[in-house]
C-alpha cells in the first residue's frame, strides 16, 4: 500500500491499525527500500520538516553546498 503512494491514514483506517503500528510498518517499509538515512533525518528533527526543507530550498536557491552551509552558520 505504502508502495501504492496511499497515505499513512488511510492505510491505517483500512487496516484497523493504530497509529503506532501502523508508523512502525512504515518504517520497515522505508528500510526496505532503502530510507533509513529519511527516517533517521525525521527522528532528528521532531517530525517537524518544514524548517528543515526551507534550509535546504534556501540553499539550493543561493547555490550553496551543505559544508557552504556549514561554514555560513559557523561564522
Known amino acids: 500500500?505504502?508502495?501504492?503512494?496511499?497515505?499513512?491514514?488511510?492505510?491505517?483506517?483500512?487496516?484497523?491499525?493504530?497509529i503506532d503500528s501502523a508508523l512502525i510498518i512504515q518504517k520497515r517499509f522505508h528500510q526496505l527500500i532503502g530510507l533509513d538515512r529519511f527516517n533517521q533525518a525525521y527522528e532528528q528533527v521532531n517530525g517537524n520538516i518544514v524548517p528543515f526543507l526551507k534550509?535546504?530550498?534556501?540553499?539550493?536557491?543561493?547555490?550553496?553546498?551543505?559544508?557552504q552551509v556549514s561554514d555560513a552558520v559557523m561564522q
Open 55 to 67: 534550509l535546504f530550498n534556501s540553499m539550493n536557491r543561493l547555490g550553496m553546498n551543505p559544508g
Open 1 to 18: 500500500m505504502f508502495k501504492e503512494g496511499k497515505k499513512l491514514l488511510d492505510i491505517a483506517i483500512e487496516l484497523d491499525l493504530a
